[in-house]
Structure formats: structure tokens, C-alpha cells
């Protein structure tokens, strides 16, 4: 298939620049850990994805980041060992296998400008193409700087976009580095691009919901009419007025039971239109209802030494959190670990990091 703009997205600073910038919110997050580590050390970043023309503009997707195992300075001299690269090169090629090194990322405490000469040695160096990416993330302010690499040097660019897919390649790697890393609950920051995308969804399910209750009016209306004609037609029938009876009876629980069917419907239908392969997710207390919960002690020799959780059909956080750890009190750190702000907006397939 061919690719295509992606259509989730979060604009940050100014755009008009070429390369179009698109960097997928699972790395986003990644780089935000990594930056919260930086204050001692700089760390250095590969960042992976493509470089291509859509629609006669010029474009670079990032869909996968790797951290560098040794980066150090010694004054203004960056070292990186070639060893590193070669590592990196097998991590892509394990992890990501359909992308290739776009760029890399420098994280340190504060942003030297007198290092820009250096970074621009190595980036001419190990990443010669036309439009590879720099980042220089500073730990100190929070500040970010993108750059392009175009006619030579690293220009700096205005802003770029933040976009939200699936991207279980980015999530399998930080699942794998999350020990290595170090990263605990309190580090996760919010998922920009996802709380944008969950507030798309949540709007399209109002608009469904508008939309059943004009189609219950509706419903409501025919059944009158309907009423109407069967009761002119058997007034001088009594057996035929029983019959009647027993219709009004199931017309008018099925019309009760219409705004829980249809809401149920409105968020599938709402989360499908505003996310591709997104899947719905039933509301808190639904889950209740149906089969019983696995023994705590099943579930986590289960789940082994992999740390997350698979969304299957019908879970909520809470059930979740049950599931797991025998109580609904786990909930929020949950959240943090995955950059939730509605955890009502998860859906099923995805691999959720456990605290």
C-alpha cells in the first residue's frame, strides 16, 4: 500500500519548511524518558523511519528511535565508537526491519552552540542523505531544535508534526529496553498525540449520540402511527386487540432498550471512523457482566517477564488492574506508564506497559 500522510496529527511551530516532519508519538514519549535521564550524561539517539515524496513535497516519517549505548564529550569533541553504530544498525534491523536510519538525537543539559560545528562533522559523516534528521533536545529548559540536513548543512527547522498509528515495533522495543533503561511510572509523560487523537473519538461518539437520540424520537413517532393504524383496523375485534396488546408490549421495550444498544454501536462506529484499525471498548461496569475474572496468580504467570498487558475484548482499566493485581488501586499508574489521559479510550490488541 501505498503511503500517505499521516492523518492523526499535532502541529507543532511553524510548518512551512521542507522537509515535512512526522514523528510518531510512541517516539515521542521515548525521547521525553530518555530526557528526564539526561541530566548527568549526554545520550545519543538513532531515530529510524523514511524519507519520501507524497504529493510532490518532501517528507520524513520517524516511527522508531534507539539509544545509543556510548556517547561522550570530551570538550567540544563529541566521541561516538563505530561499535555503536554497528549496534545500532543490528538493533534497526531486529526491530525495525521495513525502516532505515533517518537521523539522529543529542539529549544533554543545555545546548552549547559551540558543539553545532561537531554535530554538524558527524552528522555529514554517518548520515550524509539529503534530508536526515538532527534533533537537539535540552533537559534544562525542555526546549527542542529540529533540523534538516539540506545542501550540506543542518538547517534548522520551524516546527514539525506529532502523529498518532499503530506502531507495535516502537512499543516491542521499549517493552525490551525498559529495564535497561530504567523507566519507571513517574517518568512516563503524557501522550500528546493520543490525547488529541481520544478527544477526536470522544467527539465523533457526542455527534452519535445526538444522531440516536433523533432516531429514537423517530422510532417513537412510527410506533404511534403503527399504533394508530392496527388500532382502527381491529376496534371491533377483541381477540385482534389482545394481539395488539402484546406488539405494544415489544415494541416498547424495544424502543427502552434502544439508547444502550445504540450507544454501544455509536463508539465502535466512532472510534473506527476517527482511528482506521482502532477497536471499541465497552464502559466502566459493562465488564462485569460477562465470564469471571482469572485468578490473580494465573494471570501473572501468564504474562512472565514480558511486563505488559494485551487489551482483549471487553477490558476496562479496572478490570484490568483486577486482573493483575487483585484490585482496581493500580489504575492511574497504569495510565502514567502508557501516556493515558481517558482510559476509557483503549483498544483491543494493544500492549499496555504494567507498573
Known amino acids: 500500500m501505498e503511503r500517505q500522510f499521516p492523518k492523526n496529527v499535532r502541529q507543532i511551530g511553524n510548518v512551512s519548511d521542507e522537509p515535512?516532519?512526522?514523528?510518531?508519538?510512541?517516539?515521542d514519549i521515548y525521547l521525553n524518558q530518555l530526557r528526564q535521564q539526561a541530566e548527568e550524561t549526554v545520550i545519543g539517539v538513532a531515530l529510524v523511519g523514511e524519507i519520501l515524496t507524497l504529493d510532490g513535497q518532501d517528507v520524513v516519517c520517524i516511527f522508531g528511535a534507539m539509544q545509543m549505548k556510548s556517547v561522550e564529550i570530551e570538550g567540544t569533541e563529541i566521541v561516538i565508537k563505530e561499535e555503536t553504530f554497528k549496534e545500532i544498525e543490528e538493533e534497526r534491523k531486529s526491530f525495525f526491519g521495513s525502516g532505515e536510519t533517518v537521523g539522529w538525537c543529542l539529549?544533554?543539559?543545555?545546548?552549547?552552540?559551540?558543539?553545532?560545528?561537531?554535530?554538524?562533522?558527524?552528522?555529514?559523516?554517518?548520515?550524509?542523505?539529503?534530508?536526515?534528521?538532527?534533533?537537539?533536545?535540552?533537559v534544562l529548559d525542555k526546549e527542542e531544535d529540529f533540523y534538516s540536513?539540506?545542501?550540506?548543512?543542518?538547517?534548522?527547522?520551524?516546527?514539525?508534526?506529532?502523529?498518532?498509528?499503530?506502531?507495535?515495533?516502537?512499543?516491542?522495543?521499549?517493552?525490551?529496553?525498559?529495564?535497561?533503561?530504567?523507566?519507571?511510572?513517574?517518568?512516563?509523560?503524557?501522550?500528546?498525540?493520543a490525547k488529541d487523537f481520544r478527544s477526536t473519538v470522544r467527539t465523533r461518539m457526542e455527534e452519535k449520540d445526538q444522531q440516536n437520540s433523533r432516531l429514537v424520537y423517530v422510532t417513537s413517532a412510527l410506533l404511534v402511527v403503527v399504533v394508530l393504524a392496527i388500532g382502527i383496523s381491529t376496534v371491533n375485534n377483541f381477540d385482534?386487540?389482545?394481539?395488539?396488546?402484546?406488539?405494544?408490549?415489544?415494541?416498547?421495550?424495544?424502543?427502552?432498550?434502544?439508547?444502550?444498544?445504540?450507544?454501544?454501536?455509536?463508539?465502535?462506529?466512532?472510534?473506527?471512523?476517527?482511528?482506521?484499525?482502532?477497536?471499541s471498548q465497552r464502559t466502566e461496569g459493562e465488564g462485569d457482566s460477562g465470564g469471571t475474572v482469572p485468578d490473580v496468580s494465573t494471570v501473572q504467570e501468564q504474562l512472565g517477564d514480558?511486563?505488559?498487558?494485551?487489551?482483549?475484548?471487553?477490558?476496562?482499566?479496572?478490570s484490568i488492574s483486577l486482573k493483575i493485581y487483585g484490585d482496581t488501586s493500580h489504575v492511574k499508574a497504569i495510565c502514567k506508564m502508557n501516556g493515558l489521559s481517558d482510559g476509557n479510550f483503549i483498544y483491543i490488541g494493544e500492549k499496555l506497559l504494567l507498573p
Open 240 to 279: 385482534k386487540m389482545e394481539a395488539v396488546q402484546d406488539s405494544l408490549e415489544t415494541l416498547s421495550q424495544s424502543v427502552n432498550n434502544t439508547p444502550s444498544q445504540t450507544e454501544s454501536i455509536s463508539e465502535s462506529e466512532a472510534v473506527v471512523e476517527a482511528g482506521g484499525e482502532m477497536g
Open 149 to 193: 540536513y539540506k545542501y550540506g548543512d543542518l538547517m534548522k527547522m520551524g516546527g514539525h508534526y506529532i502523529y498518532y498509528e499503530k506502531n507495535p515495533s516502537m512499543q516491542n522495543y521499549m517493552i525490551s529496553t525498559r529495564k535497561k533503561n530504567g523507566v519507571t511510572p513517574c517518568e512516563m509523560v503524557e501522550d500528546r498525540a
Open 107 to 138: 539529549i544533554e543539559n543545555g545546548q552549547p552552540m559551540g558543539r553545532l560545528k561537531e554535530v554538524i562533522r558527524i552528522h555529514t559523516l554517518k548520515f550524509p542523505r539529503e534530508h536526515t534528521i538532527f534533533i537537539w533536545k535540552n
Open 306 to 318: 514480558e511486563e505488559y498487558y494485551i487489551v482483549q475484548k471487553g477490558d476496562t482499566l479496572d
Open 20 to 27: 515535512k516532519i512526522y514523528i510518531e508519538d510512541y517516539v
